[in-house]
């Protein structure tokens, strides 16, 4: 298994650019997960699907994040536009079922905004 | 509504010595809960998790914690640490109505040759 698969691992934007992060979840998995962490806030649940369906979105900072999960096997994570204060890890992760089951994580993407 | 406080920001410990770190939960339910470890650049790895059918859980790597109602601890140990297990440890409650993980701030955990 490839476990949890997130692109790309680094990306460097600047003020006002969109960016876009991607999530392939494990195979069979049904619920995915969206996480922030910074030193100041630490790890933070943006959002969370399941089968596909956002379930719980309360940790989305502002409109300018948004989440999409088209099919079992791809979700995305936008910021438009990105401002300095979006820099952080993003992680992405995925459970057979629901948010209490064993969280598997991927590698995350190390963002940027200058 | 359900938290978790990790006790030390930081454990340094010599290799070879035990390892003890400390995270105390706050929660209304029967509480399912986590150590997951991450190393430098890397995604977070479930260690160890507990969820009521035995109160000392054993993990990956040598890894155990306790669960203890009484005290609403659970504390990670290891009876020898390996240069390996240098890393950042999170504890982590299962919040029960809505099952969303809450994080601790994490223990960066050093080990001296």
């Known amino acids: 298994d490839a476990g949890v698969i997130q692109s790309p691992r680094h990306e460097v934007t600047e003020m006002g650019q969109e960016v876009t992060l991607r999530c392939k979840p494990i195979?069979?998995?049904?619920?995915l997960f969206w996480y922030r962490q910074t030193m100041m806030r630490g790890l933070e649940l943006l959002i969370y699907?399941?089968?596909?369906?956002?379930?719980?979105d309360s940790g989305m900072p502002e409109d300018r994040f948004s989440a999409k999960m088209p099919n079992a096997s791809f979700s995305t994570l936008k910021i438009q536009p990105s401002e300095p204060r979006d820099s952080a890890v993003y992680f992405c992760?995925?459970?057979?079922?629901?948010?209490?089951?064993?969280?598997?994580f991927g590698p995350g993407t190390r963002l940027l905004v200058l | 509504a359900q938290s978790v406080t990790q006790l030390d920001s930081h454990v340094s410990v010599s290799e070879g010595t035990p390892v003890l770190l400390r995270c105390n939960y706050s929660?209304?339910?029967?509480?399912?809960l986590f150590w997951y470890v991450q190393h430098p650049n890397k995604g977070l790895q479930l260690l160890l998790k507990?969820?009521?059918?035995?109160?000392l859980v054993k993990g990956i790597n040598g890894f155990e914690a306790e669960f203890k109602k009484s005290e609403t601890s659970f504390h990670l140990t290891k009876p020898s640490a390996h240069m390996s297990d240098a890393a950042e440890y999170f504890c982590?409650?299962?919040?029960?109505?809505?099952?969303?993980?809450?994080f601790g701030q994490g223990t960066t955990l050093q080990v001296k040759p």
């Open positions: 982590v409650v299962s919040s029960s109505n809505t099952g969303k993980l809450i």
């Open positions: 929660s209304s339910y029967s509480p399912s």
């Open positions: 195979s069979g998995h049904n619920s």
């Open positions: 699907f399941n089968n596909n369906v956002p379930i719980d």
């Open positions: 507990y969820t009521s059918a035995a109160t």
């Open positions: 992760a995925s459970s057979r079922r629901g948010a209490s089951e064993t969280q598997y």
